[in-house]
């Protein structure tokens, strides 16, 4: 299994981005999927995940309404929109896959079993 994460990269204060996590060797659509993020000298932290189905969202309270987590199963890809971008969220987002119910989403970091190689978000004041 392979998590590839993009779409990072360098934005002013009030901003946007958009992330994109492709996944291989897996059967897509049978795995929550999660975005999670690490600023320098700060905790893993979880941001948003995703049921298999798409059904199901779950959001950190810093995020809400900011961001916005989809996902493609035909193309195995999730995406997490980043609007109104502000310095405090800058840090590298990492995505993460894990088998599950196609209902369900899953928040816990420890309970993922694949994760991306992350990719760098800098916002600028």
């Known amino acids: 299994v392979q998590l590839q994460a993009s779409g990072g990269g360098l934005v002013q204060a009030g901003g946007s981005l958009r992330l994109s996590c492709v996944a291989s060797g897996l059967t897509f659509s049978s795995y929550a999927m999660g975005w999670f993020r690490q600023a320098p000298g700060k905790e893993h932290e979880f941001v948003a ?4 189905s798409a059904d199901s969202t779950y959001y950190a309270d810093s995020v809400k309404p900011r961001f916005t987590i989809a996902r493609d199963n035909a193309k ?7 609007n109104s971008l502000k310095p405090e969220d800058t840090a590298v987002y990492y995505c993460a896959a894990v088998q ?3 209902n369900i989403v899953v928040v816990t970091a420890s309970w993922y079993k694949y994760w ?3 990719t760098l978000v800098t916002v600028s004041s």
């Open 49 to 52: 995940a995703i049921s298999g």
């Open 76 to 82: 195995n890809t999730v995406y997490l929109q980043l």
């Open 100 to 102: 599950r119910p196609s």
């Open 116 to 118: 991306g190689q992350g």
